[in-house]
């Protein structure tokens, strides 16, 4: 394998890790209101981040991170395209996290009620647009190019109408409703009591109109580029929602978080392999798309960022594993005494 | 008005408001880790309260900065995607090495520390706020050697097929002399402004216990000891980190005599080169004259200060402007000289008051004395009462947070007309595809953000700091058993 390939490799890996990761955060986010009933509640919906969404969200900073350093034309190119939904992305989550560390801090009911709101917009708006985003870029953009020069580059000429087509709108409610989803397993797996109850039954109701809307966009999404090797990704991303649901049935919250986690790796994959090995996809000249080789930094930037990473993220994955065996109890089950601080 | 002027009053807004949460989670986060330390070592609960206390208040504050910082890295390709087309290569690896190494570092830590009080080993849970600390730390390295880099582009080379920059040797971009430099600048600085965020909070807190609102609580006994120590060691801190401010200081103005002399020149308004120049310490000029007519100099000092002798050579704009038409072409070259000017002096002039009023608090509370207090902690008579001291120490902070900010706004502003020096000019930098409107948008949307944000968080560390220790962790004779609850507490 080249480089560039490897570093495409290393991007669809960071990118997959924020939305299986960063998914349940936005789930357990748009769901706070709706489990948590009682205050109660609420601080253990959110408990179940809690610790945990921070270290989450740098998963994007390092995918964009890498874009950035791995294929600067990619980079550039993509977030000055899709500059107002990337905006909206970034107003989201600056309310959302700012949310998550106030609502706590003062026990005023109207104080913690927009707080509330704000961590569930501010987790709506990401897991609808990037999935909005991800699929624009499989499916291509009207481009055009600046004259040669210093950062010469693709320019995305899309408007808002034409960001919002009905694939891409597809796109962004698969990642929305998986999220959900992935949120309510990952609350039933965390919590117990009356939010394990409640998110038990909304992911058992919601899990088949999920599977009908994934394999719906999982289905247009191979279509853009047939034959595709990742056909197979697609059945087994399916297969895994199947295998969600009847883990539910059974109880098995565990195994229905492992197979709903599949799922939206599986989706991540299938986007990034039907993207590859072009970056941005011009729809209006063929001259204009950015490929893993046209848009690649140097071999040298590369083979350094490559021992960086290969020293790192080992280690970055070997401490955010434990982060998630420490905080691995339930919470709100038994009586628990407050923490002392 | 166009899209690039928005673009850079985007870009100078977002960056200032970032940095105004930056310096206090750097130094904040190594400050409230010693004092876990001493807990940790002593057992004494003194310490732990004032862990927990500082340790609030250092989360109300680490919160904003997280959230302001993503902003940053989008906002390279929102609204410069030329500029970050061509340097993505060599300022892009930095970034990169900043996400996987610091701020994985420093984001899971920390929420393994605010979470893990009741779940760790003591031992362990210490070392997490450390991690935390370190992984803060750490990271101004990485963007400081990418903005380092801007000013003085060093191991690269510009591509002539795709016209973009090539990294060819990641050693001189990470020991860029200006990337060093600047960092312990940076770093010395941010602890300034912790220790004074420190001292400023124990002052407030003792002026209200001296001099008390009407119908205020009594605090408890034990926190005038506290805060007259805190107050004590947040002076320490700010008078070290002080000097090494002006040290690092003294080497970056060395720095820009041999990279930047446009910028030096700029900042002391030296129209032409001169032998033996004056330190100006009030100007009023012509700018489109070229002269100034009212100009007051030490002598000397600024060659001095550029050069390392008092008899140096130092450049002036415009012989600056005539070398760099030769070098670049014909164009204007030149900064805005009055916003170099008055920055340079109100970085030096507020950042050194609030190290003045460190010193001179350390001299007026020595060997346990206290303005307004008696030996023991009694109030003292009204005629010897200092309150002046306590106002000094509180007014210290946010006059010390400008002097960062003016020292960003001249460091940014002193790379005018560039974005990267020599290579690449700011005018050249905006993104093509992106519309006024669109910039506008943001632009409002972000300014409006950020100033409920900035009032909703100067409320909540008010409350907290008028809470006082005993809200962060309870005095032992003052707690009633909590009513049952089935949820563990959220709070942090």
């Keep these: ?341 | 008005m166009d899209a690039l002027d928005l673009a850079r009053w985007q870009f100078g807004i977002t960056t200032v408001y970032h940095f105004l949460f930056v310096p206090l989670t750097i130094g904040l986060s190594v400050i409230v880790a010693s004092l876990q330390t001493a807990w940790f070592r002593t057992g004494r609960t003194e310490y732990l309260r004032a862990t927990k206390f500082f340790g609030k208040l250092f989360l109300i504050n680490f919160a904003m900065g997280v959230v302001t910082g993503i902003v940053q890295e989008f906002q390279f390709g929102m609204n410069w995607s030329t500029y970050s087309t061509f340097v993505g290569d060599v300022f892009g690896a930095p970034l990169a090495m900043e996400a996987l190494i610091a701020f994985f570092l420093e984001s899971t830590f920390i929420g393994l520390w605010i979470f893990g009080w009741d779940r760790l080993r003591k031992g362990v849970h210490l070392a997490c706020i450390w991690a935390a600390a370190i992984g803060s730390n750490l990271s101004a390295y990485f963007i400081l050697a990418a903005n380092a880099w801007m000013r003085n582009p060093v191991g690269y080379e510009v591509d002539p097929v795709t016209g973009r920059a090539r990294l060819t040797d990641i050693g001189a971009v990470l020991m860029n002399p200006q990337a060093w430099s600047t960092y312990f600048h940076v770093i010395a600085a941010s602890f300034v402004i912790a220790g004074l965020f420190v001292a400023a909070v124990s002052a407030w807190k003792l002026m209200k216990e001296r001099w008390p609102s009407d119908g205020a609580p009594t605090p408890h006994a034990s926190e005038h000891e506290l805060f007259r120590k805190s107050m004590r060691a947040g002076f320490v801190v700010t008078a070290i980190a002080g000097m090494l401010v002006v040290a690092s200081g003294d080497h970056q103005a060395k720095l820009a005599t041999q990279y930047e002399p446009m910028k030096l020149a700029a900042a002391e308004a030296l129209w032409q080169t001169e032998e033996s120049a004056g330190f100006s310490l009030f100007a009023v000029g012509d700018i489109q004259g070229s002269r100034n007519h009212i100009n007051v100099q030490i002598p000397g000092v600024l060659s001095f200060l550029a050069t390392g002798s008092p008899w140096g050579e130092v450049q002036g704009i415009e012989n600056v402007q005539a070398s760099y038409e030769q070098l670049y072409g014909p164009g204007d070259y030149t900064p805005n000289i009055a916003v170099l000017y008055w920055s340079f002096r109100l970085m030096m002039g507020l950042g050194l008051a609030g190290v003045a009023v460190s010193v001179a608090g350390l001299w007026l509370t020595r060997r346990g004395r206290l303005p307004g207090f008696t030996r023991d902690g009694a109030p003292a008579p009204a005629g010897r009462a200092h309150r002046w001291m306590y106002r000094a120490v509180v007014a210290a902070l946010p006059a010390a947070l400008a002097g960062n900010i003016f020292g960003w706004i001249l460091t940014e502003m002193g790379r005018q007309p560039w974005t990267v020096h020599g290579e690449l000019l700011t005018a050249a930098s905006v993104s093509p595809g992106v519309s006024l409107g669109q910039v506008a948008f943001s632009l409002a949307a972000f300014t409006a953000l950020y100033g409920v944000l900035a009032v909703v968080e100067a409320g909540l560390l008010f409350r907290y700091v008028k809470a006082g220790p005993g809200a962060a962790m309870p005095y032992p004779d003052e707690t009633t058993p909590e009513p049952e609850r089935r949820a563990p507490a959220f709070s942090y």
């Design chain 1, 1 to 341: 394998m080249d480089l560039p390939t490897a570093w495409f490799l290393a991007v669809a890996v960071l990118w997959t890790g924020y939305l299986v990761l960063e998914g349940f955060d936005f789930g357990v986010g748009m769901l706070l209101r709706a489990f948590g009933r009682d205050e109660d509640d609420r601080e253990v919906t959110l408990g179940a981040i809690g610790p945990v969404w921070d270290g989450n969200e740098v998963w994007l900073i390092a995918a964009v991170g890498a874009m950035f350093a791995a294929f600067p034309a990619w980079y550039a190119a993509t977030f000055s395209g899709f500059y107002l939904p990337v905006l909206f992305v970034l107003l989201a989550l600056i309310v959302r996290g700012v949310g998550l560390e106030y609502r706590v801090k003062r026990d005023d009911a109207a104080w913690k009620f927009r707080w509330d709101l704000c961590i569930g917009l501010g987790s709506l708006v990401p897991a609808f647009v990037w999935g909005m985003v991800l699929a624009n870029l499989v499916r291509g953009l009207p481009t055009t190019a600046t004259a040669p020069g210093p950062g010469a580059n693709t320019v995305v000429t899309a408007s808002l109408a034409d960001l919002f087509n009905g694939y891409a709108l597809l796109g962004g409610l698969v990642t929305t409703t998986l999220f959900l989803l992935h949120g309510a397993v990952f609350l039933s797996l965390k919590t117990d009591g009356p939010v394990r109850y409640r998110a038990r039954r909304f992911a058992v109701v919601t899990v088949v109109p999920v599977l009908l809307l994934t394999i719906a966009f999982l289905t247009a999404t191979l279509a853009l580029r047939l034959p595709s090797w990742t056909t197979p990704v697609a059945w087994a991303a399916g297969l895994a929602l199947v295998l969600a649901g009847i883990a539910l049935l059974l109880g098995r919250e565990g195994w229905a978080f492992t197979a709903t986690a599949t799922a939206i790796g599986g989706l991540s994959v299938v986007l990034f392999g039907q993207l590859y090995p072009e970056l941005l996809v011009s729809t209006t000249d063929p001259a204009h798309t950015l490929t893993v080789a046209n848009a690649a930094s140097a071999p040298y930037t590369l083979t350094v960022m490559s021992w960086v990473a290969v020293v790192f993220l080992p280690l970055v994955l070997g401490y955010q594993a434990w982060s998630y065996w420490v905080f691995r109890k339930r919470l709100g089950g038994a009586r628990v005494e407050p923490a002392v601080q």
